[in-house]
């Protein structure tokens, strides 16, 4: 059987004929977005996933009669079909396939035989006017001897251009599978990165906002804020554990070693300054809940000294105000403008008593 260079076909496992607008790209209907074969570090295309799979285990493509390689598959939102032919390709083993199948797992790593089954917990931010909105999605690795399975839920993180820059740098792609597997993290942990900063930044903007001269109505904000950073936090934590476990497995070669054991400090980074954000939100609510507060405050003050104030004109005209006969000073002629600055009088000695004590 000879080798061809083309572009994966629509069906994953047998060859059929393809109109030419599906020569150059994957159909779109297909959940499999890019496999090869990678022998010394290069990448070979092949007409299927299954014959990606003989070239590197039978050896039965020409020219290679004793290749050693491996396979990188990458599927975006698969069906459970589509993962299921894949599983049976590669002999995956059933427990990892139904994690993968019904996703919204934690970050973990489990080991089952000679295959590691790693996944990652991969986040995104939409920018939006109020601020950042986190999100998040999951990346399933399945790890052999000889082949990769990414298996990708979410719009985050997309891993063609981890596929382009491993293959621009043979010599690591010759390192083995797990080359693949540290890319895919390091990926991942940059974008926790760049997220957290998103974060960090949007926490700096309410704290100044808060502390501000003007009073402002950030509770809202602040909640969403905390609530996004629970929600990171909840990716980025649990992944230490299964970074360090990678890191300690004979399957990984030395130099991969390394690499992870540097995603694992960008990782502890990450960590901390997500849980920085957590505790200084925590402050910064309770602040401006006093702010809130002592606002009120002052507006009951105001309030209660304009009161007090028009309360002494009430009082002196609901007096003279009632209908009796025999009441002193009605008979007066000058009465009206007495009463009128005996009213002037007092409101103005009691505005410069409230201002003086702040109230006014």
Same mark, same amino acid.
């Given at each position: ?47 299927? @996933?299954? !014959? /990606? ?7 039965? +493509? *020409?020219? %290679?009669? =004793?290749?050693?390689? &491996? #396979? ?24 990892? @396939?139904? !994690? /993968? ?7 973990? +790593? *489990?080991? %089952?035989? =000679?295959?590691?089954? &790693? #996944? ?37 993180? *997309? ?202």
């Amino acid at each position: 059987m000879a080798m061809t260079r083309v572009r994966p076909s629509r069906s994953l496992f047998f060859r059929s004929p393809r109109p030419a607008a599906c020569e150059a790209v994957p159909c779109k209907d297909s959940a499999v977005k890019d496999w090869a074969v990678y022998i010394d570090g290069h990448r070979v295309v092949t007409e299927s @996933v299954a !014959d /990606a799979v003989r070239l590197v285990r039978d050896g039965r +493509l *020409e020219p %290679y009669a =004793d290749p050693a390689g &491996f #396979v990188w598959v990458g599927l975006h939102d698969p069906e459970s079909a589509e993962l299921e032919k894949l599983a049976e390709l590669f002999g995956l083993p059933p427990l990892a @396939v139904e !994690d /993968a199948i019904k996703a919204h797992q934690r970050p973990k +790593l *489990e080991r %089952y035989d =000679d295959m590691q089954f &790693f #996944v990652l917990k991969t986040v995104g931010y939409t920018d939006r006017p109020t601020g950042i909105e986190v999100e998040t999605g999951e990346i399933m690795i399945f790890c052999g001897p000889d082949f990769v399975v990414t298996v990708r839920y979410g719009d985050y993180v *997309e891993l063609g251009s981890v596929r382009r820059r491993l293959e621009a740098n043979p010599e690591r792609l010759d390192l083995g599978p797990t080359s693949v597997l540290h890319a895919v993290a390091d990926r991942v942990v940059d974008e926790y990165l760049r997220v957290a900063e998103a974060v960090q930044e949007d926490v700096d903007e309410v704290e100044e906002s808060v502390f501000s001269s003007e009073r402002t109505d950030d509770a809202s904000r602040i909640y969403r804020l905390k609530r996004e950073t629970i929600q990171l936090k909840r990716a980025v934590g649990p992944l230490s554990g299964p970074l360090r476990t990678l890191c300690n497995r004979r399957m990984v070669p030395t130099e991969i070693r390394e690499y992870l054991r540097d995603v694992e400090d960008h990782l502890t980074r990450v960590r901390e300054q997500v849980d920085a954000c957590d505790e200084l939100l925590n402050p910064i609510l309770q602040a401006h809940m006093t702010q809130v507060t002592v606002g009120d405050n002052k507006d009951m003050r105001k309030i209660s000294a304009w009161g007090a104030i028009l309360m002494l004109p009430t009082a002196i005209a609901g007096i003279y105000g009632m209908n009796f006969d025999y009441m002193p000073e009605l008979r007066w002629t000058g009465s009206y403008y007495v009463v009128l600055g005996v009213i002037a009088i007092g409101c103005t000695m009691l505005y410069r008593g409230f201002r003086r004590n702040g109230w006014l």
